[in-house]
């Protein structure tokens, strides 16, 4: 298994003083009640041609339940799916993830996440190489016959105000499995937000990558790829949308202008 990518830094949506704000890609700080989502990234081609369906993309399902006085347990189902006018449709599930989440509370805080990547994902081409072109920076999730073990170390910083920042970092490890005979592969990701709050509405951008570790390259570069994101959210309410936009920043995604993401969080009363 050979994969390219890099550098995760996200500036995050902010919460309201009632609860916490979602982010688009990078980990959602955990709160004190259960918390269910989906979200939906289509990319967009720069070739013309390429005539994609509305629902083509990365599609996840995730739940955050706490299950101890400061731990809460995280899963997360994906599926891939691609349908070209003219070409088919090919669709298939992704890695099932499974984990746990430290919180901290609402004010600001050091949070710890670990958890696994099973390999449910089935081997569609067409439909793994969709999900990979719609959210690199979460590949895992795409990935057939691949056991990886994520690690996760956040801190989320959040004054009273209007102003919200976080980092986070951790390393990924990835282990074939089944008829994979590629090569074990470790990774890193990190990164860090900044966003604002404006009444009801948060305003944020996230900084995004993945870097290879074990890859053999010729140029030090080639370990990375960037990504920005930039978008809006509700942060009030037991219902939080948000709508962003990702941006490719290496010469190696050229082909796609840009991905749509949509996400939904809601939240137990």
């Known amino acids: 298994m050979r994969i390219k990518n890099a550098v995760l830094v996200s500036l995050i949506l902010m919460a309201s003083q009632a609860g916490f704000g979602q982010t688009f890609l990078m980990q959602t700080p955990a709160e004190g009640r259960p918390a269910f989502g989906a979200r939906l990234m289509r990319p967009y081609f720069a070739d013309a041609d390429i005539d994609l369906s509305t629902l083509s993309g990365a599609l996840d399902f995730f739940v955050n339940v706490p299950v101890g006085r400061q731990i809460n347990l995280v899963g997360r189902f994906a599926f891939n799916n691609v349908s070209i006018k ?19 509370g609402e004010g600001s805080g050091l949070s710890a996440s670990g958890g696994v990547y099973l390999p449910t994902a089935t081997e569609h081409l067409a439909a793994r190489a969709i999900g990979l072109l719609s959210n690199l920076y979460e590949f895992p999730r795409s ?25 986070e970092a951790g390393p990924t490890f990835s282990i074939p499995t089944g008829e994979n005979r590629g090569d074990a592969e470790l990774l890193v990701h990190y990164g860090g937000a900044l966003g604002v709050k404006v009444g009801a ?3 944020s951008g996230e900084l995004l990558g993945v870097a290879v570790i074990t890859e053999d390259v010729e140029n030090f570069g080639d370990r990375f790829n960037h990504f ?6 509700l942060v009030k309410g037991e219902a939080r949308p948000a709508l962003f936009y990702q941006i490719p920043l290496d010469d190696e995604f050229a082909e796609i202008d840009g991905v749509l993401g949509i996400k939904v969080e809601l939240i137990a009363p």
């Open 86 to 104: 003219g070409a088919g449709r090919e669709s298939g599930v992704g890695d099932l993830y499974v984990g746990l989440q430290s919180r901290h």
């Open 143 to 167: 990935l057939p016959h691949v056991l990886t073990l994520y690690t996760n170390v956040a801190y989320h910083y959040r004054p009273r105000g209007i102003l919200l920042a976080s980092i």
């Open 201 to 203: 509405l948060g305003i």
């Open 228 to 233: 920005v994101d930039l978008g809006i959210q």
